[in-house]
């Protein structure tokens, strides 16, 4: 079972580009979570998806941030405009559609430099 | 809001030397705990995780206690490993929608030969 994946890798933007990141979750995931990593800190929640449904974008720039999750294919970190502070790692997440507690799985990130 | 705080690093430990990560949190209800760690270059890896009070996980020689009474889930281990130098992080689920971690910022351990 192919653990989470993330393309690409290394992305570098100059600023005011766009930069799309993938995420495919592990087979059977339904629930995805984005994540952003800050140099020298810890991960921060932006969004958590579901097939087709936002659940909770809380954690998201209200501006040039979006995401989505379709019915086929990958999730979709977009960050439009990017500027020099959107330089991170990006981690994606994913669980099993398992409650009372998700245990989650992390792909090996994308990191975005913006020139 | 629910919060992690855990010990500042680096911590640079001699190889065979016990090894203790100090993390406490804020939640409301009953969170789930995690230890993740994260290797150079990598995206994070689950060591072990509690999902109530007085649960003990553990994982490769990592153990963590699940202390409803004094809020807390310390890593430990007893004899650490050149290997075992990575960033660990300590993490609690169950917010508000029960979707997200919330991370401490991490401490950095060094094993050194």
């Known amino acids: 079972n192919a653990g989470v994946m993330q393309n690409p890798r290394h992305l570098v933007r100059r600023r005011g580009q766009e930069a799309r990141l993938r995420c495919s979750p592990m087979k059977g995931h339904s629930h995805v979570y984005w994540y952003r990593q800050l140099p020298e800190e810890g991960l921060k929640f932006m969004v958590y998806l579901q097939k087709e449904n936002i659940i909770d974008e809380s954690g998201m720039p209200k501006e040039r941030f979006s995401a989505e999750f379709p019915k086929e294919g990958p999730s979709i970190l977009r960050i439009q405009q990017v500027v020099r502070g959107d330089s991170a790692a990006y981690f994606c997440a994913s669980s099993p559609p398992s409650l009372p507690y998700n245990e989650q799985f992390f792909g090996p990130g994308t990191r975005l430099t913006v020139l | 809001g629910d919060s992690v705080t855990q010990m500042e690093g680096p911590v640079t430990l001699s190889e065979e030397a016990f090894l203790t990560i100090n993390c406490t949190y804020t939640?409301?209800?009953?969170?789930?705990l995690f230890w993740y760690v994260q290797y150079p270059g990598e995206g994070l890896q689950l060591l072990l995780k509690?999902?109530?009070?007085?649960d003990k996980g553990s994982n490769k020689g990592f153990e963590a206690t699940y202390r409803k009474e004094t809020t807390s889930f310390h890593l430990e281990k007893g004899s650490v490993q050149v290997s075992d130098s990575a960033v660990y992080f300590c993490a609690l689920s169950g917010g508000g929608s029960q979707g997200n971690l919330i991370f401490g910022k991490g401490t950095k351990l060094s094993v050194k030969p």
């Open positions: 939640a409301t209800g009953y969170p789930s």
């Open positions: 509690a999902t109530k009070a007085d």
